[in-house]
């Protein structure tokens, strides 16, 4: 069969951070560090599958956290309504990755089992860990089990030819990462297993964080998963918006062909 097409769609971004607030450890920590919000769209033929679903006007007003565009906006600029999406991969269950499940009535979400049960779990009696999260997301997520619109997976699995879903951990008990077979190689779409190419090329853990050692493990799952550490694409990292192609509406980059120039972190 063909391969997939990738692209990756811009729909926020915070740029009051410093760089404390994106690694554990830095010699610079109070250094201005931006960061990039994405949803993902794979597409082959008539096939397509959404990666994630960002968060809308609501999520953003409680959080103080504004959109530059509603998820549903940025799929409609690419020609996609939201109501078409049936197959949604959900790496985690964090506000901004899962905030938008609401808006995709008609998907059957793809999800580890272990980001369910953490996120239903004792460790949403400790505040520093439900932070990230939102009853009312986790409330739509278990709907969907109960509408039989729910895909668990207890580690690595097949979502469809040439795409499959591998649990890394770290970042959220059950975030799962998503490998694309491209015309460039296997691309993997790490989504938080790393928010910056910095934290993946140079070992260093990002500070949200329920299991250090799971987090640092990942980084070297994601270069085994990967053809080569030019198809790692970050989960948050500005820089995926200079190295790669802008393909139609100026808030979305096509990721399957490779970067268009070497990544220096």
């Known amino acids: 069969m063909s391969n997939w097409q990738v692209h990756a769609l811009k729909y926020a971004d915070r740029n009051s951070r410093t760089r404390a607030d994106s690694f554990i450890f830095d010699d ?3 250094a201005p560090h931006a960061m990039d919000y994405f949803i993902w769209v794979l597409r082959r033929e008539g096939e397509v599958i959404l990666v994630d679903t960002g968060y809308d006007e609501a999520e953003a007003a409680s959080r103080d956290r504004p959109i530059l565009r509603d998820p549903r906006e940025a799929l409609a600029g690419i020609g996609l309504r939201a109501e078409d999406i049936t197959q949604l991969i959900v790496t985690h269950l964090h506000y901004d990755h899962a905030g ?8 059957t979400i793809h999800l580890q089992e272990a980001e369910m049960a953490y996120a239903t779990g004792p460790c949403m009696c400790h505040e520093a860990l439900k932070m990230p999260f939102s009853a009312d997301h986790i409330c739509e997520a278990v709907k969907r089990v109960y509408q ?40 993997c779409l790490a989504s938080d297993a790393t928010h910056y190419y910095e934290n993946v090329f140079e070992n260093k853990p990002f500070p949200i964080v329920v299991d250090l050692q799971n987090m640092l493990d990942g980084f070297a799952r994601l270069h085994e998963l990967a053809s080569e550490r030019s198809l790692i694409i970050p989960g948050h990292d500005p820089l995926v918006t200079k190295l790669f192609p802008v393909d139609g509406p100026e808030y979305c980059w096509r990721l399957d062909l490779g970067p268009d120039q070497p990544i220096k972190v």
């Open 100 to 107: 938008g499940l609401h808006l995709f009535p008609n998907a």
């Open 148 to 187: 039989g619109r729910c895909v668990f997976y207890d580690g690595d699995g097949e979502v469809s030819d040439g795409v499959t879903v591998h649990c890394i951990g770290g970042h959220s008990r059950g975030l799962q990462a998503v490998r694309v077979r491209t015309d460039a190689g296997w691309l």
């Open 28 to 30: 610079n920590h109070d």
